[in-house]
């Protein structure tokens, strides 16, 4: 019965390294989602996995940013040459439903990125 | 960039009183989705109402949706110290076929005094 988690739960790296944070969604869904929160605000939707397949990274603010699912369930978000403007919280989620029907996303509690 | 925007900011009430909290948005939308943050952890999902929906009850929670106006309200009766949080609506859109694709409000921080 464990929900999303993510690991690191926290990381502080020197800009210019590279950072790979990890979401193991609640097992059997379907929909994975990457959010991005910065301190006062509400989550930015990042990109979207449908069992394996990306179908949406309109959100990755740049190149630098990618995502993979390879076998349908843990997904890792990579982070190239980071830099301060980085620093975010980053929430996964996840959900069991398929495309076109409702969506309850369940989230994990967040790796805190910190960009020094 | 935020689709909606959440109204108050924040708000402060009393134990046992009803707390009110507003949002806007932009586009059409398939469904509208309320979630809760309580302090340093993560989102806890509270209600969804879908475009063809008015209202929806969950417990102590009601919210409205007026798609003509698009904007939507989250009621809490009765609320408790418990209730203490940040609120975020958030705007399921994709452009076609729902996949989830959430966009945030800013939220609004709430504040039950005991």
């Known amino acids: 019965g464990a929900g999303v988690s993510q690991s690191p739960r926290y990381k502080v790296t020197k800009r210019g390294q590279d950072v790979a944070l990890r979401c193991d969604p609640i097992?059997?869904?379907?929909?994975l989602y990457w959010y991005r929160q910065a301190l006062g605000q509400g989550p930015e939707f990042l990109t979207y996995f449908n069992y394996e397949a990306q179908q949406d990274k309109s959100g990755l603010p740049n190149d630098r940013f990618s995502a993979e699912r390879p076998e349908g369930s843990i997904s890792t978000l990579t982070i190239q040459r980071t830099e301060q403007r980085d620093s975010a919280m980053y929430r996964c989620a996840s959900s069991l439903e398929a495309p076109g029907t409702s969506y309850e996303q369940y989230f994990g509690p967040g790796t805190r990125l910190t960009v020094t | 960039s935020q689709q909606g925007e959440e109204d108050p900011q924040a708000l402060s009430i009393q134990e046992g009183e009803n707390a009110t909290m507003n949002c806007s948005y932009k586009?059409?939308?398939?469904?509208l989705q309320w979630y809760r943050q309580n302090s340093g952890r993560g989102l806890v999902h509270l209600i969804l109402?879908?475009?063809?929906?008015r209202e929806k009850h969950s417990g102590r929670l009601r919210v409205t949706l007026d798609t003509s106006k698009k904007s939507s309200s989250l009621l809490i009766t009765a609320s408790r110290a418990a209730d203490t949080a940040s609120y975020f609506c958030?705007?399921?859109?994709?452009?076609?076929?729902?996949?989830?694709?959430?966009?945030f409000g800013q939220g609004t921080i709430l504040t039950v005094h005991p």
């Open positions: 958030a705007t399921d859109y994709s452009g076609g076929t729902s996949y989830g694709k959430l966009t």
């Open positions: 097992s059997g869904h379907v929909s």
């Open positions: 586009t059409s939308i398939n469904n």
């Open positions: 109402i879908r475009s063809n929906e």
